[in-house]
């Protein structure tokens, strides 16, 4: 029976910056979920912007809260295994950011683990949600550039100095594949299914650079090719999107801009959220060009699907078979830059029948 008026409340691990500038934001946005907790070593910082949250500092007794029904795991990569264990024991739903693990195993593990205990487990991938994604989705499902040889996705930032912070040391989880490539990935699955292999090559560019700043990745089906790139070092020039045909190429050029809306203070579905003035541009090969507008962005409609799939009403808008497939990709590429070849994807037959695009 499906209960819209059900109140979900929600407990966030983490409150750095993809905690306090994505998750809870956009939980706090969704009618029917209440952001009621947060786990945080800072807890002054947690009370300044959301003054009537309960705090804890350790995650153990935010797990033991019964009425707490959804637990958000806004944490290190390498913590992701253990809470999400720890939370789904406990019989709690999870959503765990990207990545959803470091390994494959540990995929299945939890993914098992949520199916025992019957329990909603889902991967935070929201830029499904973005206007570039969002654009370049509706090209390919027009057709517009025809039979598809070559799509290439950049997740290019600048910043040439080392920081210091978890995500560029050299530990489990760290680094470039980790941290932007989930996205890439994910997308790129949504649009083409699962390829037939991986071939990857990972640099440690910038000085000082302790682990993987560059990744170029080419994922194969047939002759078709899905190249994911990502740098440290790119100031500009580079376009979101490309995207080639037998019946011309086309370019999304600037990103969704929901996440520098976010930084900026913006609250999800004000006046102006996602909006994307970036047009999608075409070339169809004889000096025609035209172009087109990108739907705008909402980022809310992930949490807004796992409202619905928490009461009854729509499916899980991750599924653990899909954050599955991502990291068969994720690990076959790092098996893939070691060895210097191609490899297949380690997924079972039932993995890829369970696996829906």
Avoid: C
Wanted: overall charge negative.
């Amino acid at each position: 029976m499906v209960d819209h008026k059900k109140i979900i409340k929600t407990g966030l691990v983490g409150y750095g910056y993809v905690g306090q500038t994505f998750h809870a934001p956009l939980i706090a946005s969704i009618k029917g979920l209440e952001l009621a907790a947060v786990v945080s070593g800072h807890p002054e910082k947690v009370k300044k912007d959301w003054p009537d949250v309960t705090v804890y500092t350790k995650a153990e007794d935010l797990f033991h809260n019964s009425d707490i029904d959804l637990i958000v795991l806004a944490t290190p990569n390498d913590t992701h295994m253990p809470l999400a264990k720890e939370a789904l024991s406990l019989g709690k739903h999870v959503v765990v950011d990207k990545p959803f693990t470091l390994t494959l195993a540990e995929a299945r593990i939890l993914a098992k683990i949520a199916s025992q205990k019957e329990r909603l487990l889902s991967v935070f991938q929201n830029r499904r949600w973005d206007s570039d994604f969002l654009g370049i989705k509706q090209a390919i499902e027009a057709q517009r550039v025809g039979q598809i040889s070559q799509f290439e996705s950049h997740f290019d930032r600048y910043r040439p100095a080392v920081r210091e912070r978890w995500r560029e040391e050299a530990i489990p989880g760290g680094g470039l594949w980790y941290d932007l490539a989930p996205h890439m990935v994910d997308q790129a699955l949504q649009l083409f299914g699962l390829p037939d292999s991986v071939q990857a090559s990972f640099a440690t560019q910038r000085q000082g650079a302790k682990i993987t700043d560059w990744v170029h990745v080419i994922l194969a089906y047939g002759e078709k090719r899905i190249i994911l790139q990502g740098s440290m070092l790119a100031a500009g020039g580079t376009a979101r999107f490309t995207l080639h045909g037998d019946k011309g190429s086309l370019i999304k050029r600037l990103p969704d801009q929901q996440e520098a809306q976010l930084r900026a203070g913006m609250k999800p579905g004000a006046a102006g959220w996602g909006e994307d003035p970036d047009d999608i541009h075409f070339w169809d090969g004889e000096g025609n060009t035209t172009h087109w507008p990108v739907p705008a962005g909402d980022q809310r409609g992930y949490y807004q699907a796992i409202y619905e799939a928490l009461t009854g009403s729509a499916p899980n808008p991750v599924t653990p078979a899909e954050a599955i497939a991502v990291m068969a990709v994720i690990e076959a590429a790092i098996h893939s830059d070691a060895l210097g070849q191609r490899v297949k994807l380690d997924l079972t037959e039932d993995e890829r029948k369970a696996f829906s695009h």
